[in-house]
């Protein structure tokens, strides 16, 4: 009978040492498929790095990283100058505010007649500023005196024929004439009209009308003078205009 209990008792002891290495077997697995399952996500993840880095180290990924940086750079400075414009821009219409303000046609005339330059009383006569002008008369009268600061000399503008018409050689614009109606820009220059030079280089100009004494100080090509004398040559269709500017 005790060799019965005994058998009985070994049986379990075996049943049991069996059943712990068989969980022992089962958590080994788990802990093998555990493992292998983190080794293959690590895999893939080097994988995406290595492709990742492939993609970087290719030129055509660095030529695009410089695009873009180019591109980046170049939307700031449009930034920047967008925002420099309308800074400007405000500026400006400040100052043309403080402007309109600030000179009325006394405080403007005032001004003029402090420079007493040719240029100044040119700018008078001509300007569009949207101030009113009441001292025209005096504009016209003071450019003529020989005491206002600027130059002065003889040029050719054209030919002027005996029966009167004038063929203008393209060398002034009449840009301004008292009481003018119509359009002046190609007729004959006048006395007491303002004309522009309308060539691309400066013009020499002349003490007197046979263009034998040359003066120093020529005209600059696309500014204003103002015409003080016009002559027309007896011995040819020569037509010259004595001329004041700046």
Do not use: C
Not at 128 to 141: H, N, Q, R, T, V
Not at 175 to 196: E, T
């Amino acid at each position: 009978m005790k060799r019965i209990d005994d058998k009985i008792k070994e049986i379990e002891k075996k049943d049991k040492t069996n059943r712990i290495l068989y969980i022992a077997f089962v958590v080994l697995i788990g802990v093998f498929m555990a493992y292998a399952f983190s080794s293959e996500k690590t895999k893939d993840q080097q994988k995406r790095k290595i492709s990742e880095l492939e993609i970087k180290q290719s030129d055509t990924y660095k030529e695009l990283e410089d695009e873009k940086a180019k591109t980046v750079e170049a939307l700031n400075d449009l930034e920047d100058a967008y925002k420099e414009l309308k800074h400007e821009k405000a500026k400006t219409e400040k100052a043309l505010s403080d402007l309109e303000k600030s000179l009325d046609p006394e405080e403007y005339w005032k001004h003029i007649a402090s420079q007493n330059s040719v240029e100044d009383y040119i700018d008078y006569i001509t300007n569009d500023f949207g101030i009113e002008k009441p001292y025209m008369s005096e504009a016209l009268k003071n450019i003529q005196s020989p005491d206002v600061q600027g130059f002065e000399g003889w040029l050719y503008v054209g030919a002027l024929k005996n029966d009167g018409i004038y063929n203008s050689k393209n060398i002034v614009d009449v840009i301004y004439r008292k009481d003018a109606d119509g359009d002046i820009k190609n007729s004959k220059p006048q006395i007491g009209d303002v004309v522009k030079l309308k060539t691309e280089r400066n013009r020499k100009t002349y003490k007197d009308k046979s263009r034998k004494r040359k003066n120093e100080e020529g005209w600059r090509n696309k500014t204003k003078a103002f015409v003080a004398e016009a002559w027309k040559d007896p011995k040819s269709t020569d037509f010259r205009i004595f001329v004041k500017y700046y």
